[in-house]
């Protein structure tokens, strides 16, 4: 990519090592900071609580699974002097998105116990050395998370940890993030990012910078739960308020839809595409919605088209992650299908929307379920009883 040599040109200073290997050891935050004189910890918040309205289907699975109410992990911010920062990717672990601060793992920035070392029952593993090594003269600030490619995640983990340092005040020279995708360069457009001061996330390379700064994660919970992405309110508020205002400044095109549906047929190959989509559709267009393909809209128009939508109608997936641009009190209308997740449910908690859900799961594979399953047709008589009964 000609951003990748510019950037690398013009802020980095390449070097060279020789050694194959190293030990990569994992610690806590704090040990971290023990570990290494040279670094500071700042701690951001401490048992953090959530509260939400439970989640209204297959309760006892949901309470065991994904609780409405609990502790965030408690999040820090790592600032480490003169430091290096190695970003891997190892296919063996199926993980890309891990960073080794100085040949540390911070286990607070450990996503869903998904890390070499839970995965290994460890908390020492050697790893191989990257070929590519780069110097940057000033703060580096890197804001990151394992699954980097996903809209939802970078939304989530990404830009909550973007709004984390600023709610700080952490000053950077220069921000290492996920940058590849139209929708993340769209994204730090409106957030007011100075492009010249974006190093693009890759792997495989190692970073030595005068100073880094980290946050952990900020979307776990202390309990364990694989079918919810919770998010702390006020960094999700702050994203939403940021983009958004960002966006209501620009003279764009309004989409006023009152109704709409977001389509699945632009999904990923695999991912929970709907084979009748086009019959379920059409009994939502008889009742005036108006269906999206959201990857063939920019990021501000997905930002419009559900700020001035009354109604919003969406399969369990990304896009419907944009409900956060949403007004109070929008009716938000979730159709469940082979992947049980509160994670929308929870977003609508947090936004004050008002809640509708469609069951077509069937009780079928709820305990199975998987973000890469695909679903099967929906019955129309779901649909169609819902309606009615809306």
């Known amino acids: 990519m000609k951003i990748f040599t510019y950037l690398y040109a013009v802020l980095l200073i390449h ?13 806590s935050a704090l040990e971290f900071a023990q570990r290494n004189p040279q670094a500071k910890v700042l701690q951001c918040t401490k048992d953090y609580p959530f509260n939400f309205q439970p989640y209204p289907l297959y309760q006892e699975y949901a309470q065991k699974h994904f609780p409405n109410q609990g502790i965030f992990r408690n999040i820090y911010i790592i600032n480490a002097a003169d430091s290096t920062a190695n970003f891997c990717h190892y296919p063996l672990w199926g993980i890309n998105g891990l960073i080794f601060i100085n040949n540390y793992f911070v286990k607070e920035c450990q996503i869903k116990d998904i890390s070499p070392f839970y995965l290994n029952k460890t908390n020492s593993l050697e790893v191989h050395k990257t070929s590519h090594n780069y ?3 000033g703060t580096l600030a890197i804001c990151s998370h394992v699954y980097p490619d996903c809209y939802g995640h970078f939304m989530l983990d990404v830009l909550c940890q973007l709004a984390l340092l600023e709610l700080f005040n952490i000053q950077y020279d220069y921000l290492c993030i996920p940058y590849h995708q139209k929708f993340m360069q769209e994204a730090l457009e409106l957030w007011g990012i100075d492009p010249k001061k974006i190093i693009p996330l890759t792997f495989n390379i190692t970073i030595k910078a005068q100073n880094i700064i980290m946050p952990t994660s900020v979307t776990e919970t202390q309990m ?10 006020i960094l999700i508020q702050y994203v939403s308020k940021k983009l958004l205002d960002s966006t209501l400044k620009k003279k764009n095109h309004l989409h006023k839809n009152s109704k709409i549906f977001i389509s699945r047929k632009d999904a990923p190959a695999n991912k929970r595409i709907v084979p009748n989509e086009d019959e379920i559709f059409q009994l939502f267009e008889d009742n005036g919605f108006k269906r999206y393909e959201l990857t063939k809209l920019s990021l501000t128009e997905q930002i419009l088209l559900f700020h001035n939508a009354e109604e919003i109608v969406s399969f369990v997936g990304s896009g419907a992650l944009n409900i956060i641009f949403a007004k109070p009190n929008t009716k938000y209308i979730e159709i469940i299908q082979t992947m049980l997740d509160a994670t929308f449910f929870f977003l609508a908690n947090i936004f004050n929307l008002n809640y509708y859900y469609i069951d077509a799961t069937l009780n079928n594979g709820i305990k199975q379920s998987h973000p890469v399953s695909c679903a099967k ?8 009883n819902f309606l009615k009964n809306i």
Do not use: L
């Open 15 to 27: 070097i060279s090592i020789h050694s194959n290997t190293e030990i990569i050891q994992e610690v």
């Open 377 to 384: 047709a929906i019955d129309p008589k779901i649909i169609k």
């Open 135 to 137: 110097y940057v003269n």
């Open 224 to 233: 364990f739960a694989s079918n919810c992405n919770y998010t702390i309110d």
